[in-house]
């Protein structure tokens, strides 16, 4: 405290009256005072005594709003969902009692550019500033912003429902509900417009049922201000408008194009009644000053439609609206069934309907033609239902037979697209487990079976033809990696055949020099034991001149001082990578630099958890330093990855021998392949499954088909 508080500061403190960073240096120096001893500074000061203890005294009103909000006030619960920019989880307000939802950012990927990761933040931090103020009951809201883990995050309400294209699968919901959804929508997105916002990604999983009916418009992490030119592509392609996917500056009309796609899907396997078919034209027409100025039009036009079973987009005449009218009349409606009079006219006006709907679907087969893109999947299921519907309507009419036969070509062409995309799948998943368990036998069929499923026959009386199709292939990068794997493995179970076929297609049909000079060097590798030489040769020298290639080499051959420099330069530009990583470690261990070796697979083991290969490495370098506590660890982490691995079995063994376990390391020894053991001790060369192999006989086991002398 500066000084000491005078009376009169005394008594301006007890009326509430003295300047706030006064009141509180007072405040301090009275609590740090014994209870009676300020009690008498008080009284000295003429303040105070029983009718006015300290407890009354109150600090000046003035100092504002304190909030309540603790450190780990939220604590985080079950993962809710997770989408490409962020994670959602549930956490419960331990202040306020109740549950709510975060939502982080997540962490950047070790392959994400650090500009993607900034506009990601970017637009995380700007879906909850716009969101914050956007206060709707079909919008829900933020209760605060902060960060989780160093990472931008926000606390928002929680919700509990599904999204709408689960509730419309369902098959369930009436049509009349269906709109009511759409029209809930319509009034948010109208209410966003109205402040300024535009959404830019109004999809069905953006739009969420919830408990008691309720509708929510969720993921704002795309939505800009109006007329903000970003020049990015953002949304979802299904279902923007032709100017957002050329870039062009918010605007509403972009977010009324797409209120246009939702109703079309909620009706897609039933009929369009001709006012709903009129507010989508009007929603989707391709010049965007035709469409309704915004979303409270649409929500306008929509409740019209509800109310009246028209829109004002249908531009109905009068006998349509009284039609209308009437079929919304049960009173009406009995009096006209009850007249002949009446049944004439309806008879009459069943005449003029078919007649409006037969032109209205040659108009809406015209329009389906001119907006359907044919590239995506879900547009053109989408409108196949919607044609299959006219068919049946109108049998006769050509228009409809022939889009009807123009989108099954195109849903033909979308489903080997989709084929095209489970071979990627299953070529990745392979080149992931040959990282993950090294190039063995046991993966021939899996790779000859995705192989074919991409369309290669792998006959030795096609080999023309199949190198014909792979140069033309639009996945020929990822079959050319994996012919090579192919071939390694087929290699390994001994299919020579088989191999040299694999290794001449790669010959032929190899997309650069580079790897073809690889398919030449497969066809005429040697092995030593079960590992393939790196030849010293012209196609050695013309791998190694390109990166992919030579990527692929590492991986498949044993240590070699070209390919082990080549390595040791990549691993100077790109210090994780796996196969370099790898190559050199092995290539160190050969050598004797137990050092290096280990220090080298802890680096890939780091880049692959969850891969084999260093933990084998580890096990080695440990097994060579005599080190038999590191020796466990990696023998345990090996076990877990691949139990039934010769090298893991004989290294567990080892293990065992040494703890005193020789029965067991026995029982381990004789179920293995005793001519691969005894290979590894009779012929050395280099491999680092001969070091396990000698810790056997060291350790006084016997190897299958070996003999103790009496």
């Given at each position: 405290m500066s000084s000491l508080p005078s009376p009169d500061e005394l008594r301006a403190f007890c009326a509430g009256t003295l300047a706030a960073e006064r009141f509180a240096e007072v405040d301090r120096w009275l609590v740090d005072l014994p209870e009676n001893e300020a009690e008498r500074v008080l009284a000295q000061a003429g303040i105070g005594g029983a009718d006015r203890p300290l407890v009354d005294i109150a600090a000046p009103t003035s100092r504002g709003f304190v909030s309540d909000l603790p450190r780990g006030r939220l604590r985080t619960g079950n993962r809710l969902g997770e989408g490409g920019m962020a994670m959602v989880s549930a956490a419960h307000d331990r202040v306020l009692d109740r549950m709510v939802a975060v939502k982080v950012l997540k962490p950047r990927r070790v392959d994400e550019p650090l500009e993607q990761f900034h506009l990601r933040e970017a637009s995380f931090r700007r879906e909850a500033a716009l969101t914050a103020g956007l206060v709707h009951p079909s919008i829900p809201p933020i209760y605060d912003v902060g960060s989780d883990g160093g990472l931008p995050a926000f606390a928002m309400q929680r919700l509990n429902g599904s999204p709408l294209n689960d509730v419309i699968s369902d098959g369930g919901l009436p049509l009349g509900e269906r709109l009511e959804i759409?029209?809930?929508?319509?009034?948010?997105?109208?209410?966003?417009?109205?402040?300024?916002?535009?959404?830019?990604?109004?999809?069905?999983?953006?739009?969420?049922?919830?408990?008691?009916?309720?509708?929510?418009?969720?993921?704002?992490?795309?939505?800009?201000?109006?007329?903000?030119?970003?020049?990015?592509?953002?949304?979802?392609?299904?279902?923007?408008?032709?100017?957002?996917?050329?870039?062009?500056?918010?605007?509403?009309?972009?977010?009324?194009?797409?209120?246009?796609?939702?109703?079309?899907?909620?009706?897609?396997?039933?009929?369009?009644?001709?006012?709903?078919?009129?507010?989508?034209?009007?929603?989707?027409?391709?010049?965007?000053?035709?469409?309704?100025?915004?979303?409270?039009?649409?929500?306008?036009?929509?409740?019209?439609?509800?109310?009246?079973?028209?829109?004002?987009a249908q531009q109905a005449n009068r006998l349509e609206l009284a039609w209308l009218r009437m079929r919304r009349s049960p009173h009406v409606m009995t009096g006209i069934y009850v007249a002949a009079t009446a049944m004439i006219l309806v008879v009459a006006l069943w005449w003029a309907q078919r007649s409006i709907a037969t032109t209205e679907a040659e108009a809406r087969i015209t329009q389906i033609t001119s907006t359907t893109s044919l590239d995506r999947t879900e547009a053109v299921a989408v409108a196949l239902d919607e044609v299959r519907s006219i068919r049946i309507r109108f049998p006769r009419l050509a228009s409809a037979q022939a889009m009807e036969a123009r989108l099954l070509t195109a849903h033909d062409l979308s489903e080997r697209s989709e084929q095209l995309e489970r071979v990627r799948t299953q070529l990745n998943d392979l080149l992931h487990r040959t990282r993950t368990l090294g190039p063995w036998a046991d993966q021939v069929s899996a790779w000859r079976a995705a192989i074919h499923d991409a369309g290669l026959a792998m006959h030795a009386d096609q080999v023309a033809e199949d190198a014909a199709r792979l140069r033309e292939h639009p996945l020929r990068d990822l079959l050319t990696a994996s012919l090579a794997f192919l071939w390694r493995a087929e290699k390994e179970r001994g299919g020579d055949y088989h191999a040299e076929q694999t290794a001449l297609l790669l010959a032929n049909a190899g997309p650069t020099p580079g790897w073809q000079a690889l398919g030449r060097l497969l066809g005429r590798t040697a092995f030593t034991a079960h590992e393939p030489v790196f030849c010293h040769c012209d196609d050695a020298a013309g791998v190694l001149t390109e990166s992919a290639p030579t990527a692929v080499a590492l991986a498949l051959f044993a240590p070699e001082a070209r390919l082990t420099a080549v390595a040791r330069e990549a691993l100077r530009q790109h210090?994780?990578?796996?196969?370099?990583?790898?190559?050199?470690?092995?290539?160190?261990?050969?050598?004797?630099?137990?050092?290096?070796?280990?220090?080298?697979?802890?680096?890939?083991?780091?880049?692959?958890?969850?891969?084999?290969?260093?933990?084998?490495?580890?096990?080695?370098?440990?097994?060579?330093?005599?080190?038999?506590?590191?020796?466990?660890?990696?023998?345990?982490?090996?076990?877990?990855?691949?139990?039934?691995?010769?090298?893991?079995?004989?290294?567990q063994a080892v293990l065992l021998a040494r703890d005193g376990h020789s029965a067991e390391a026995q029982g381990i020894v004789d179920r293995l392949d005793g001519e691969h053991l005894q290979h590894h001790r009779a012929r050395p060369d280099g491999h680092p499954m001969e070091r396990s192999v000698q810790a056997l006989v060291n350790a006084g086991l016997r190897l299958p088909g070996m003999h103790h002398s009496p």
């Open positions: 759409l029209l809930r929508v319509a009034e948010a997105v109208g209410y966003a417009h109205s402040r300024g916002i535009v959404h830019r990604d109004l999809t069905p999983r953006n739009i969420l049922i919830a408990e008691h009916g309720a509708v929510y418009v969720l993921d704002w992490g795309v939505a800009a201000a109006c007329g903000t030119q970003d020049g990015v592509r953002a949304g979802t392609p299904d279902w923007m408008s032709p100017e957002q996917t050329a870039g062009a500056a918010a605007d509403p009309r972009m977010d009324v194009f797409a209120l246009g796609a939702l109703v079309r899907y909620i009706l897609a396997g039933h009929r369009i009644p001709t006012g709903l078919s009129a507010l989508i034209q009007h929603c989707q027409a391709a010049d965007p000053a035709k469409r309704y100025a915004d979303g409270r039009a649409v929500a306008e036009d929509l409740r019209h439609w509800l109310s009246e079973g028209v829109t004002i210090p994780g990578d796996f196969w370099p990583l790898m190559a050199s470690a092995r290539a160190s261990l050969v050598a004797g630099d137990v050092q290096t070796a280990e220090r080298l697979a802890l680096i890939a083991s780091g880049a692959e958890p969850d891969s084999l290969l260093p933990a084998l490495l580890l096990a080695y370098t440990a097994l060579q330093r005599d080190n038999q506590t590191g020796l466990a660890q990696a023998v345990a982490h090996s076990v877990l990855i691949a139990p039934g691995n010769i090298e893991v079995r004989t290294l």
